[in-house]
């Protein structure tokens, strides 16, 4: 999640010096029908145009992890947060938003990451990886050494 955090910042951020544009225009820009809210369609077809592919599932949890109100949809002021990463955001909506992410990347039934559901979210995300990659990453941030990342896990890796 935060690696497409960091590429939907680093691109826009390369489309603002390159065109000297500032993030209101950005936001008129990828605001194709022009409702004042940017969907993750939008955001999708902004980044073909821009010369980057992002996959649905990316552009999802990008619209995902700044949509405060709940409407599927990107408002200029949750665009801006997007942008500028979420230094901004209250704890309570930054723990909520984690565990957004946290629960995309569990099974069903499950409460926490294992690496087979690690490895199916990452295919879906476009990266191909083995379950021992899955493994290596995931012992990386677990703490209690179960194999597994809970909730508490995964949010210091956010952090």
């Known amino acids: 999640m935060k690696n497409t955090q960091r590429q939907l910042s680093s691109s826009f951020m390369k489309f603002l010096e390159d065109k000297n544009r500032d993030l209101e225009a950005v936001f008129a820009y990828m605001d194709a029908n022009r409702d004042g809210r940017i969907s993750a369609e939008e955001l999708k077809k902004s ?3 821009l010369g980057e592919q992002i996959s649905d599932e990316e ?3 990008a ?4 949509d405060i109100d ?5 408002d ?6 997007l942008i500028k990463g979420n230094d901004e955001f209250t704890e309570e909506e930054k723990k909520r938003k984690i565990m957004e992410a946290f629960r995309m990347y569990i099974a069903d039934g499950e409460d ?7 490895k199916m979210m990452l295919m879906k995300l476009g990266e191909s990886r083995t379950t021992d990659d899955c493994k290596v ?3 990386a941030f677990d703490n209690n050494a179960d194999g ?3 909730f508490d896990e995964f949010a210091l890796m956010m952090l």
């Open 76 to 81: 200029f002021h949750e665009f801006a947060q």
């Open 63 to 66: 619209v995902k992890l700044s």
């Open 137 to 139: 990453m995931i012992q």
């Open 112 to 118: 926490c990451i294992t690496p087979e559901s690690l």
């Open 47 to 49: 980044f073909k145009t």
């Open 70 to 74: 709940g409407d599927g949809m990107l």
């Open 59 to 61: 552009a999802e949890a």
């Open 148 to 150: 597994v990342l809970s």
